[in-house]
């Protein structure tokens, strides 16, 4: 199985959403070989729009195996009096999936690794799956997460992706178990996508510029 991963950040509004839905929906009808590999277990797609778009995002898009809706984040607070906050409590019936500690909110929001341990703990009470998100080995890997994005500051959204060497390398470092799928995110794109994909230890792509547009979502996937 391998994994595609749109992360839109904070980019699309409702209508956004709505034309982004309306043609990956019609490209997906056309593309029977992807069709296929969902159908086969061989490829799962995971959208990852801001919490005011999960609910439109997951009634409209095409229903299919294996293709998911996460969260970019949810917050530390498991559920109470903490306006603003979205809890795993409030996301339950709506995701599978939510990134956790994306390189953007370390640095914007100072999220510490206890606060993203925190924030696993939580979603494993709840059923959703952590998609915990690294820049190098030095971040935390707390015990049980199944999905790990490695993500250098540099390749993200930038154009500079990382050599696969490079990933390799870096996988080689972080600490995982051997069930551990690892994810590479950092300027992948339709051009570069199948570089990775030819290495069987790269189980997916968390994929942020590349994802806001369906064509060049589809073209990835397609190449999966
Ligand atoms: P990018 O973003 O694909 O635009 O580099 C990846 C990410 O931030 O998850």
Do not use: M
């Given at each position: 199985m391998r994994y595609l991963i749109a992360n839109w950040k904070s980019t699309k509004n409702v209508e956004d959403a709505?034309?982004?839905?309306?043609?990956?929906?019609?490209?997906?009808?056309?593309?029977?070989?992807?069709?296929?590999?969902?159908?086969?277990?061989?490829?799962?797609?995971?959208?990852?729009?801001?919490?005011?778009?999960?609910?439109?995002?997951?009634?409209?898009i095409a229903k299919s195996k294996n293709i998911a809706i996460g969260a970019q984040d949810v917050s530390f607070f498991e559920q109470g009096n903490y306006t603003g906050e979205v809890s795993a409590q409030n996301l339950k019936d709506i995701i599978d999936y939510s990134i956790i500690g994306h390189s953007e909110r370390r640095k914007y929001l100072k999220e510490t690794d206890n606060m993203i341990d925190q924030k696993i703990s939580i979603l494993k009470d709840y059923s959703i799956e952590p998609i915990l998100c690294v820049r190098?080995?030095?971040?935390?890997?707390?015990?049980?997460?199944r999905f790990i994005a490695y993500e250098?500051?540099?390749?993200?959204?930038?154009?500079?992706?990382?050599?696969?060497?490079?990933?390799?390398?870096?996988?080689?470092?972080?600490?995982?178990?051997?069930?551990?799928?690892?994810?590479?995110?950092?300027?992948?794109?339709?051009?570069?996508?199948?570089?990775?994909?030819?290495?069987?230890?790269?189980?997916?792509?968390?994929v942020g510029n590349a994802s806001k547009d369906p064509n060049s979502f589809i073209m990835m996937a397609s190449r999966l």
């Open positions: 709505f034309s982004w839905i309306v043609q990956f929906n019609h490209l997906l009808k056309q593309e029977s070989s992807i069709q296929k590999k969902l159908n086969n277990d061989e490829l799962k797609i995971i959208i990852c729009p801001s919490f005011h778009l999960l609910t439109t995002v997951k009634a409209k190098d080995n030095k971040d935390l890997i707390p015990k049980d997460v250098p500051i540099y390749a993200i959204g930038t154009g500079k992706n990382e050599s696969l060497t490079d990933v390799l390398n870096a996988k080689a470092k972080i600490s995982h178990d051997r069930d551990t799928i690892f994810i590479y995110g950092g300027s992948v794109n339709s051009d570069n996508i199948t570089e990775y994909s030819n290495a069987p230890e790269i189980k997916g792509f968390l």
